[in-house]
């Protein structure tokens, strides 16, 4: 049975940006939500309506491993 909602993220490792691919749109939009390895979340994006593909900027996040 196929998964209801999938998603990718590239490149990864990441520096600057990743683009995250979903396997269906989101018709009422989202939020995408990032937590650091100690569970503190660090960042919070608005994904628009119709998305299947959002880039979302890395940069500013310190080197480590992060959770969506």
């Known amino acids: 049975e196929a998964p209801l ?3 990718g993220i590239f490149p990864n490792p990441a520096f600057d940006m990743a683009q995250i691919r979903l396997n269906k749109n989101l018709s009422n939009g989202g939020t995408l939500r990032v937590w650091d ?3 503190r ?5 608005t994904l628009p ?7 979302v900027e890395c940069g500013d996040l310190n080197a480590g ?3 969506l």
């Open 65 to 67: 491993m992060f959770v």
């Open 5 to 7: 909602f999938a998603f």
């Open 37 to 39: 390895a100690t569970g």
């Open 49 to 55: 309506a119709g998305a299947e593909i959002f880039t």
């Open 41 to 45: 979340l660090v960042k919070t994006s």
